[in-house]
């Protein structure tokens, strides 16, 4: 008896409620009596910025173009306005102009770190997303880059069939066994390399090369040392990676090689016109889709002695906020949102393996690796490879005046075109570094 009188006492409280709830039109907060009072959260509020990067790569470019695609469709407030461009000048040339006529990037994918540090241009990468990653190279003692992805490692991307036909059995263990091959692929009737020398970037692969084996290789403070005067250019293993360099462009280089853009390289390798190209994996994917059935091979091209020698040291280089950007606060928080994204392991995964890229990131990020990239991360792992950079991704006392690079592969251009000594170019590239660490200090 009891338990039914509690169960009545209930069925009426709820007949009250119900009664209640109809009666009477308004309640004290203006909503109808009985209504929820309206509690929803504010909308979110709209931000706008602007992103920047290199489109050199379409593989790259893609990659990044889906993230922030991605990004936006889950954060419906935050705009991004993806202003880079494709351009036949280096990347540097093109922030300065950006720079130039008031439109530098919000968020910038920043190569050349100290030249706008300088220039007042980055601040500091937020403290909010610095804890996604294993090693951030320190510039003065601050960090302002979140890196994409880890240097990556360049060598011989070969067609498996080239090779067989011309009878190459063995991978090259020395270079002179290298440029052996080089002979028999000629021989073959086959052009031995493209070089996609119409992008001023792409001459850096080859030229760099050298540079790391004969000069970096041994002597990582090189730069420093040059802008102290305690080297030269006319030094003797400076000249010999030179002669090196225009002794490969004289005689296996493809003839069309200045004409020919970098992203024409993956369709003239699958075409048959060359067998080889010397680039770095983030040419995987574009050599796939230029033909999913064309077999290619990669490796760590040896030197002399049979050492190899790759690009693999990090450098400063990813992410950098504006310091424009960095006096919004809505910009920072909506940057540092898109980084924390781009960066999420199941995004983060995708960008990676369209890209071919080596991961930065402190969590695992995996993704399933071709036979080429697992050749690439092999070269990483391995610690008898030595690991170096390019002659402009030094930094600090390193760092080389920021327009001697492309200044120096121009000169390389014509060295090759017009048959030049290679000792007095190389007298040519002193005048040219001292003249430019003095307009710099002034």
Request: aromatic share 10%; proline share 5%.
């Amino acid at each position: 008896m009891k338990r039914r009188s509690k169960t009545l006492a209930s069925v009426l409280m709820a007949m009250t409620l119900m009664i209640s709830a109809c009666g009477g039109n308004e309640g004290n907060n203006g909503t109808a009596s009985g209504e929820t009072p309206n509690t929803a959260a504010p909308e979110a509020k709209e931000v706008n910025f602007t992103i920047g990067y290199a489109t050199g790569d379409p593989a790259g470019k893609k990659a990044i173009s889906e993230s922030i695609k991605a990004f936006m469709e889950k954060n419906p407030n935050i705009k991004i306005t993806d202003v880079s461009e494709g351009t036949t000048s280096s990347y540097l040339d093109w922030l300065k102009t950006m720079d130039a006529v008031g439109e530098f990037p919000d968020l910038v994918e920043m190569r050349d770190t100290e030249v706008f540090l300088e220039a007042d241009k980055i601040v500091e990468l937020p403290e909010e997303v610095r804890g996604l990653f294993n090693t951030l190279p320190e510039v003065n003692g601050k960090i302002y880059n979140a890196p994409m992805v880890l240097t990556s490692p360049q060598g011989i991307i070969y067609s498996k069939k080239a090779y067989e036909d011309a009878g190459v059995t063995e991978l090259p263990k020395t270079y002179d066994e290298f440029l052996d091959i080089q002979e028999k692929l000629k021989t073959s009737g086959i052009t031995p390399i493209v070089v996609g020398g119409k992008d001023i970037f792409h001459m850096g692969f080859w030229l760099n090369k050298f540079l790391i084996d004969q000069v970096y290789a041994g002597d990582p403070d090189w730069n420093s040392k040059r802008t102290a005067k305690e080297v030269s250019f006319t030094d003797e293993n400076v000249v010999q990676a030179m002669k090196d360099y225009k002794e490969l462009f004289t005689k296996y280089v493809d003839k069309g090689w200045l004409s020919t853009a970098d992203n024409q390289t993956a369709s003239i390798l699958v075409s048959g016109k060359a067998a080889q190209l010397f680039s770095g994996p983030w040419m995987f994917t574009q050599i796939q889709e230029a033909d999913p059935s064309f077999e290619f091979g990669f490796y760590a091209l040896p030197d002399r002695n049979g050492n190899r020698n790759v690009l693999g040291l990090p450098s400063p280089a990813g992410w950098s906020l504006s310091k424009e950007a960095s006096t919004d606060s809505d910009k920072v928080d909506a940057i540092n949102e898109f980084i924390k994204f781009f960066f999420s392991k199941e995004q983060y995964s995708k960008f990676l393996e369209v890209s071919n890229g080596i991961p930065s990131t402190k969590e695992q990020v995996s993704y399933e690796a071709t036979e080429q990239m697992q050749t690439v991360l092999d070269i990483m792992a391995d610690s008898s490879i030595k690991k170096s950079l390019a002659i402009n991704n030094w930094w600090g006392e390193n760092q080389i005046p920021p327009q001697f690079r492309n200044w120096f592969y121009k000169l390389m251009q014509d060295l090759v075109l017009k048959d030049g000594d290679v000792a007095e170019y190389m007298k040519k590239a002193d005048t040219e570094y001292d003249m430019q660490v003095k307009a710099n200090n002034q």
